[in-house]
């Protein structure tokens, strides 16, 4: 019996560590943002799909990460909002997308909820999530593609909500006009960009030599 518990120790200890898998992410998109937190930092009720009943999607809600009902959205993204409402409770002429004719979707404009025109969601799709997250509460650096800028989009990461790269983007082939998926080398590890800028490196005096 002691030998069998020595071997079966011996072999724990030798064989390697096994990565947890890529988790699922579940089909559908989350619905947009329309109101404002009023916490600092809300707390986050999931990290994951696969931690959400049915078919809810761990979305990023007003006040955190959270378990919602995926709501049949248009494809687009909402413009961009330029202007400030001076009304203290603005009309909603819409709730959901289907609502809105045609491509039109509904969204949040300077003065409560309206059918647009969207604007063309960035290609790509989110990277897998390959690590885990060792903070209770981590904060979030976007809500949506809006937020991040050039080609990067809003994912989540495993550690809150931030920018990065986009995987299976197409480009255009130049002999053929084809489109063909391109997808980055290191697309299988996420490295968020944070929206707040880099520190600035002092640079260093150029050096004279002695006369």
């Known amino acids: 019996m002691g030998l069998l518990a020595f071997w079966t120790a011996l072999l724990s200890t030798c064989s390697p560590a096994l990565q947890d898998p890529p988790l699922k992410?579940?089909?559908?998109?989350c619905p947009e943002i329309t109101k404002t937190c009023k916490m600092e930092n809300p707390p986050n009720l999931c990290h994951h799909d696969s931690q959400c009943p049915g078919a809810?999607?761990?979305c990023a809600t007003s006040c955190g990460l959270g378990c919602?009902?995926?709501h049949d959205v248009k494809p687009g993204i909402c413009p961009e909002i330029e202007m400030r409402?001076?009304?203290l409770n603005p009309k909603n002429d819409c709730d959901t997308d289907s609502e809105c004719s045609g491509s039109m979707k509904c969204c949040t404009s300077f003065c409560g909820r309206k059918c647009l025109d969207p604007r063309d969601e960035k290609p790509g799709t989110c990277p897998p999530i390959n690590k885990k997250c060792h903070s209770l509460n981590p904060p979030n650096?976007?809500?949506q593609d809006n937020d991040c800028s050039a080609s990067m989009k809003c994912c989540y990461t495993g550690c809150g909500l931030h920018c990065v790269e986009p995987c299976n983007v197409t480009h255009p082939s130049s002999s053929t006009g084809q489109e063909h998926p391109q997808k980055p080398?290191?697309?299988?590890?996420?490295?968020?960009?944070?929206?707040?800028?880099?520190?600035s490196h002092t640079q260093k005096p150029?050096?004279?030599p002695p006369a």
Do not use: A, F, N, W
């Open 185 to 199: 080398t290191d697309c299988g590890s996420l490295q968020p960009h944070r929206t707040e800028s880099p520190p």
């Open 85 to 87: 409402c001076l009304m």
């Open 68 to 70: 919602v009902p995926v």
């Open 141 to 143: 650096s976007c809500t």
């Open 25 to 29: 992410v579940k089909p559908g998109t």
């Open 206 to 208: 150029p050096h004279i």
């Open 56 to 58: 809810q999607k761990c």
